[in-house]
């Protein structure tokens, strides 16, 4: 199995602990925080999802501190800081994948897709969501059609980006697409 595919595994099978109510990133203690300070951080996979408080990466794929690198902004977007963090995490962690991880009910696409402009710095984000909205109009459920656009938009932003372009040429890097359950708590893969 190569690097991605595992990565990717290891997320499916925490979301079916965490679907299960069987936790193992409970048994987190001081012996393993004393060996992420001597070693420093190997994150096996980079999260890009929702500030939405309902979606905690860490919780909802059961994963310990040091396993996942997450950059978390409304309505999973990404701008210049967070596409930073992203670099950061492929280039120096050599994390092999990156997912982008939506979620239903998200309140970022709601606001878009019901026309509220949003003020102050919350209208750069409505904008970046708008196009994939406006893929969509007419849909029986734009909800949705916006929501799954919206990840891939951002996936295909994140591909964009020259270092991660370069990192998925060479085969070291994958960017993937998946959608959380706030209801289910299942975690789908695109
Ligand atoms: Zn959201």
Do not use: W
């Not at 300070?37 to 860490?58: F, M, N, T």
């Not at 990156?98 to 102050?120: P, Q, R």
């Not at 969509?136 to 591909?159: F, K, P, Q, V």
């Amino acid at each position: 199995m190569n690097l991605t595919e595992d990565a990717k595994q290891k997320l499916i099978l925490g979301n079916e602990r965490y679907l299960s109510g069987r936790l193992h990133a409970e048994g987190f203690g001081a012996r393993m925080r004393e060996e992420l300070a001597e070693k420093g951080q190997k994150p096996g996979a980079l999260i890009v999802c929702c500030s939405d408080s309902r979606v905690p990466p860490e919780i909802i794929f059961d994963q310990y501190p040091g396993d996942i690198f997450v950059v978390r902004t409304a309505g999973n977007v990404v701008d210049e800081i967070a596409l930073g963090s992203i670099e950061y995490g492929v280039e120096h962690l050599s994390i092999p994948l990156v997912l982008v991880l939506g979620h239903e009910n998200c309140g970022a696409v709601k606001a878009t897709i019901e026309g509220e402009g949003g003020h102050g710095a919350v209208k750069a984000i409505i904008d970046k969501i708008k196009p994939s909205m406006e893929k969509h109009l007419g849909s029986a459920d734009i909800y949705e059609d916006c929501t799954d656009e919206n990840i891939r938009s951002t996936m295909e932003e994140i591909r964009k980006n020259a270092a991660v372009a370069a990192l998925i040429r060479e085969g070291r890097v994958e960017v993937a697409g998946a959608k959380y359950g706030i209801r289910s708590g299942k975690v789908c893969f695109f």
